[in-house]
């Protein structure tokens, strides 16, 4: 059953705390992206990766960090610099960049 | 990058047929037209995809003109399940971040 997951659902944050939100696929997708999402805006795009041990800054990079070590996952980092981080994340994969992305059910970041 | 216009919301009932407009006057040559749908805390899920003409697949058809400036979804015979988000994104192919960019979508409300 091939698919993209997150992990958590739902995650909570405290002030200063680096957390790390999950993204893996088994599409055998080359490239992955995490994109954020405020209510009631579209997908602003953090971070993308076109292939292993490679990524690229998005529109809103700063305050988070990713990697890309192996082909199936693309963890993000959401650092104490990112000081609003409460939002919807999205991470999605597609066979090459700019093609028909596939995203995962996404997870909620919030704030104590 | 061609910047994507579409209406911010749309009102429709059970059973009659959606159009939704996106306008995308800078388009260029090699640039596709996808359409994704969004569920509240759900991620985008891909609809339709097409470079001119006409596209159709079991969900939904994309017109595009001849000067592709525009292109429209249609919907046929909505229903209850139909009221989402739809996002229109211009890009071209294996171009890289800068086409990776998705707007406020149009938020569709089907009535019964």
């Known amino acids: 059953d091939g698919g993209i997951t997150q992990s958590p659902k739902y995650l909570f944050r405290k002030e200063g705390q680096n957390v790390t939100l999950s993204c893996e696929q088994n599409l055998n997708h080359d490239a992955m992206y995490w994109y954020r999402q405020d209510p009631g805006q579209g997908l602003r795009l953090i971070y993308y990766?076109?292939?292993?041990?490679?990524?690229q800054k998005g529109d809103i990079a700063e305050g988070y960090s990713v990697s890309r070590e192996k082909k199936e996952s693309f963890p993000l980092t959401v650092t104490s610099a990112q000081k609003n981080p409460t939002a919807f994340y999205l991470c999605?994969?597609?066979?090459?960049?700019?093609?028909?992305?596939?995203f995962g059910p996404g997870t909620r970041l919030l704030v104590l | 990058l061609a910047k994507t216009t579409q209406p911010i919301s749309m009102d429709s009932y059970e059973g009659q047929e959606v159009n939704i407009t996106c306008s995308h006057n800078?388009?260029?040559?090699?640039?596709?037209i996808t359409w994704y749908q969004q569920f509240p805390s759900q991620g985008p899920r891909f609809i339709i995809q097409?470079?001119?003409t006409k596209v159709t697949n079991e969900v939904a058809s994309l017109f595009i003109p001849a000067d592709r400036k525009s292109s429209t979804l249609s919907l046929p015979r909505v229903s209850l399940s139909d009221t989402a988000v739809y996002y229109c994104l211009v890009a071209p192919m294996n171009s890289g971040y800068s086409t990776l960019t998705f707007g406020k979508g149009t938020m569709l409300l089907v009535s019964p």
């Open positions: 097409g470079y001119k």
């Open positions: 990766s076109q292939i292993v041990n490679d990524f």
């Open positions: 800078n388009i260029a040559t090699n640039d596709y």
């Open positions: 999605a994969s597609s066979r090459g960049v700019g093609e028909t992305q596939y």
